[in-house]
């Protein structure tokens, strides 16, 4: 399959949206060729057979040209297909769930020390959200593998290095290359593909090194480098607590789409600081339009304690420790003054953003951390009655970006427009589900709208899943696969049942 170019990509769903439309996407415009030398997904690709036969063929690359094989993922493959009886959704698993391995991770070793670049898909960046999403749901197996354990080991170190770079950076590049983005009114630098401020890009840094080394106990990741790039993190979510003024942070770029830069000439619009970090960008890239993003602030609680508990175990650094668990502390207790709000609708529930002057905005993004996502990312019991509240909110019509359509209902975002339901979203739903009629409904809703590719996209169109944004999304199809392995081991019965 040739790797379409950008004049063609809008056709792959009808021009029924814009590439300029998918802003951080526009990247893959100027690197089409660079695409192809590290494993693509489309490299010696097999298709699917038609949906009448049920022999369904793999749509992995061939075995030479993957970029990265896990023994432990291939056993692991082989026994959840096992347990599920339905071809075409084991198809999907197999394609999926290894897409990132496949596909996307670049591992090489430095000084005898493991280093992981990892890609998101069709563009050739990495970003610090999407490269821990991408390999979380191998943790489990790197105690079985460990040429696993050092690819996942090699991730942090890469993001250490990255966090160093720039802790106010999204998206870095592999070496000090430059790129599309270095005309933004910001402070670039070389080795940053992108420079949106996200307070979540730190947190999922330290989601992924924490939940390493309390999956392996190995605690070589916490370095000196890995200690100093801890107390930036602690003075960049200082800084924007905007306690002092609007921070050393700013970004513009001139562009048509509105979400795409930030007001304010690029600090964003006027905050109260009560003790909430501002986030310039949401985790979908959209510029926020209340700076104190909920779901965010929630998930740099749950990270400032576990960099404090790292802090107190491995490094023996009080000090960081203590700092840490004070402005978690200071973040905790402002999320309850001023994130549980009235919903006409739905009584207490959380807000996405608010501002500290009494504003809030009432609304959810399929992107993660998302209102939907906190119990996922462990910030909130899927018991809590205000986020069952909110959950009721945001999987509803009052949600602005909650579109129910002919092929399925779901959570999008401004990202890629209205009428675009993210198969992430439905994943989401089921991920922090306990109802088993519930998870069921939510994976034969993916199997029904992967627009017969075996993969999962970022975004389908309500009514006809044939139009579809980015073809090649290695975060959304290893949360698939994550969902269908937690369903094996926790509901075996629910696959059985598909």
């Known amino acids: 399959m040739q790797f379409l170019k950008t004049k063609d990509f809008s056709k792959l769903y009808n021009s029924t949206i814009t590439f300029d439309k998918m802003n951080r996407r526009k990247f893959i415009q100027t690197n089409t060729l660079s695409l192809i030398g590290v494993g693509t997904l489309l490299s010696g690709m097999s298709f699917p057979v038609p949906l009448g036969d049920k022999s369904y063929t793999s749509n992995r690359p061939p075995k030479s040209k993957r970029n990265f094989v896990s023994k432990a993922v291939e056993e692991t493959i082989g026994a959840v297909k096992k347990g599920i009886d339905n071809p075409k959704l084991a198809w999907m698993f197999e394609n999926c769930f290894p897409n990132t391995l496949d596909t996307t991770v670049q591992y090489e070793e430095q000084g005898g020390l493991p280093d992981t670049f990892v890609i998101t898909g069709d563009i050739p960046a990495m970003w610090l959200r999407d490269s821990t999403a991408q390999v979380w749901p191998y943790l489990p197996l790197i105690n079985k593998d460990d040429k696993l354990r050092k690819l996942i080991a090699g991730v942090v170190r890469r993001q250490t290095k990255c966090v160093l770079i720039d802790p106010y950076a999204n998206a870095f590049n592999k070496e000090a290359t430059g790129g599309h983005w270095q005309s933004d009114d910001t402070e670039m630098k070389l ?84 003790g909430l970090i501002a986030s310039a960008f949401r985790p979908s890239d959209d510029a926020t339009t209340y700076l104190f993003l909920v779901p965010s602030n929630f998930f740099a609680v749950v990270s400032l304690r576990q960099v404090a508990e790292i802090a107190t175990e491995v490094l023996g650094d009080g000090s960081l420790a203590r700092e840490c668990i004070a402005l978690a502390d200071e973040v905790e207790a402002a999320l309850k003054e001023y994130a549980i709000v009235e919903h006409l609708g739905y009584g207490n529930i959380y807000p ?54 002919k092929a399925a209902s779901g959570i999008g975002g401004p990202h890629v427009g209205m009428d675009m339901v993210w198969p992430m979203s439905i994943i989401m739903k089921a991920l922090t589900s306990e109802n088993d009629a519930e998870i069921t409904a939510c994976i034969k809703t993916l199997m029904d709208t992967d627009a017969e590719t075996g993969f999962m996209h970022e975004s389908f169109h309500k009514d006809d899943p044939k139009k579809f944004s980015r073809e090649w999304f290695a975060w959304a199809n290893t949360l698939f696969g994550e969902l269908i392995l937690k369903t094996f081991n926790e509901r075996p019965e629910v696959l059985k049942s598909i």
């Not at 080795?191 to 401020?197: T, V």
């Not at 959810?364 to 996922?376: I, R």
Request: charged share 25%; with cysteine.
């Open 191 to 274: 080795e940053l593909h992108e420079r949106k401020w996200e307070v979540d890009s730190l947190c999922y840094t330290i989601r992924l090194a924490y939940h390493y080394w309390k999956t392996s106990g190995d605690t070589s990741v916490f370095t000196s480098e890995w200690q100093e790039a801890m107390k930036l993190v602690l003075k960049t979510f200082k800084e924007q607590q905007r306690k002092g003024g609007d921070g050393p942070y700013k970004f513009m770029r001139e562009t048509p789409i509105q979400t795409d830069t930030m007001p304010g000439r690029g600090f964003g619009n006027p905050v109260v600081p009560v």
């Open 352 to 405: 996405f953003e608010v501002d500290g002057f009494g504003n809030k905005l009432f609304m959810d993004d399929a992107n993660v951390p998302s209102l939907l996502a906190l119990p996922y990312l462990g910030c909130v019991s899927e018991n809590d009655p205000i986020y069952q509240n909110t959950r009721d909110f945001v999987w509803s019509k009052d949600n602005p970006f909650f579109f129910e359509g």
